[in-house]
């Protein structure tokens, strides 16, 4: 079974990697789980603590889950976000719980939380990205601008994989649905590399 748009944009690429692995040589930094943990312990280079968070994550290096985590509401909005993203592909839906944590805690990308959810797609989370999602979804019907950074595309995607187990999300995605053609461009691009429902284009409203 295929992988999630917002779960397979997570995934390691090949060529990605290999830049990680040449950026890291230039550094004189072995690309090796302790090595980049080292990097994210003494939080320097600075430069290098993402491409080190996605580093760990390539890597398999459940044991850097806990340095991961404890850069969720760093000060650099790169690193919040791929320490957040890093933690999902380790931890999978065990991971579940602290992204729900992160969602209501302050300091954190909710964007990049969402993301994550949305790659872990655990149904035990719904309650939590609802009651995120349903202000923001009402804010959109008064005025389809209001979601300038687009948090709402990952509420979407985790949104559509859990109305099995949760019928009354599809009524959510109606109404966002309703909302789609008034969005701009940007976001409606986002949507249909990240969700399923809006995958057919770059616009899917035409």
């Not at 930094?29 to 003494?42: F, T």
């Not at 340095?67 to 890093?86: C, I, P, Q, Y």
């Not at 009354?168 to 701009?184: K, Y």
Request: glycine share 6%.
């Amino acid at each position: 079974m295929a992988l999630h748009p917002a779960a397979a944009r997570l995934e390691s690429v090949t060529q990605q990697r290999l830049n990680d692995e040449i950026y890291f040589c230039r550094l004189g930094i072995p690309y090796e789980p302790e090595s980049l943990l080292k990097v994210l312990r003494e939080r320097k280079p600075k430069t290098a603590v993402p491409a080190a968070c996605h580093g760990l994550a390539n890597l398999g290096a459940k044991e850097a889950i806990p340095e991961l985590r404890a850069l969720a509401d760093f000060s650099h909005a790169d690193t919040k976000a791929t320490s957040v993203l890093a933690v999902a592909r380790l931890g999978g839906s065990q991971a579940t719980p602290w992204l729900m944590e992160c969602l209501s805690q302050k300091g954190t990308d909710k964007g990049y939380v969402l993301w994550a959810l949305a790659a872990v797609g655990d149904p035990s989370a719904y309650e939590a990205v609802r009651q995120w999602f349903t202000p923001i979804l009402k804010k959109l019907e008064k005025d389809p601008g209001s979601d300038k950074r687009g948090k709402s595309i990952f509420a979407i995607a985790y949104l559509e994989q859990v109305t099995d187990a949760h019928p009354d999300a599809s009524t959510l995605l109606e109404r966002f649905h309703a909302v789609v053609p008034s969005l701009g461009p940007s976001i409606r691009t986002q949507l249909a590399q990240f969700t399923r429902s809006y995958a057919r284009s770059t616009t899917n409203q035409t």
